[in-house]
């Protein structure tokens, strides 16, 4: 089985870049195709981030996208997300998944607070 | 973007009951569903895919059901471990993929 663990800042500052990576065990990242952000807000329902394929191609909420981006490294076998310009509207808890849709293996997840 | 909506939003159930729950989209998805169980400050758990397949791991007494654009997750004997907030989320065609709000299951 995939393990998946989320890393990064707890707390960021509004106008600041939101950065997490997720270390994959259990397995290569070039073993499987796509990976996966998905985020919950505090008491709130799941959102779809994005995802990336391990060649490099990526997809993203267009809600998100302008200030989105993913990548993946595989030489850490890891894949990062960075989300600009935030506001308090993004504290959330953030998971990593993999697969694309449907996700079988997550991260526990890791909440960012987005606050001054 | 593809609109999910759950129903209800509540269910009360006693151990050992029927729970039913329903997911719509607002267009097609064909069989392009998944399921989640989600428990408090865990992570989801994917239970369903593809609208009616049980993801490893997952008890029989859970069935999925539906195609197009309404959908069921029946749990046949709600075990206390099943009390939890089930998402469904489509992922059909192309992104973005989407979730519904979710049906909180709590114990009557």
């Known amino acids: 089985q995939v393990q998946l663990q989320e890393s990064g800042p707890g707390l960021v500052t509004p106008s600041g870049t939101l950065s997490l990576t997720c270390a994959v065990s259990?397995?290569?990242?070039?073993?499987?195709?796509?990976w996966s952000w998905v985020r919950q807000s505090p008491g709130q329902g799941l959102e779809w981030i994005g995802e990336?394929?391990?060649?490099?191609?990526?997809n993203y909420n267009p809600s998100l996208k302008s200030r989105v981006s993913i990548s993946v490294d595989k030489s850490k076998n890891q894949f990062s997300l960075k989300l600009r310009s935030v506001t308090a509207a993004d504290t959330a808890v953030y998971f990593c998944?993999?697969?694309?849709?449907?996700?079988?293996?997550w991260g526990q997840g890791t909440l960012v607070t987005v606050s001054s | 973007e593809i609109v999910m909506k759950q129903s209800p939003a509540t269910l009360s159930v006693s151990p050992g009951e029927r729970a039913t729950l329903s997911c719509r989209a607002s267009?097609?998805?064909?069989?392009?569903l998944a399921w989640y169980q989600q428990r408090p400050g865990q992570a989801p758990r994917l239970v369903i895919y593809?609208?009616?397949t049980r993801a490893n791991g997952i008890p029989a007494r859970f069935s999925g059901s539906g195609s197009g654009t309404e959908f069921t997750l029946t749990i046949s004997s709600l075990q206390s471990e099943d009390f939890a907030v089930y998402y469904c989320?489509?992922?059909?065609?192309?992104?973005?993929?989407?979730f519904g709000q979710g049906t909180k299951v709590e114990i009557k």
């Open positions: 593809g609208a009616s």
């Open positions: 259990g397995a290569s990242i070039s073993s499987y195709n796509w």
């Open positions: 990336i394929y391990h060649s490099g191609n990526s």
């Open positions: 267009q097609s998805v064909n069989s392009n």
């Open positions: 998944a993999r697969g694309s849709g449907s996700y079988e293996d």
């Open positions: 989320q489509q992922y059909n065609n192309l992104p973005p993929w989407t």
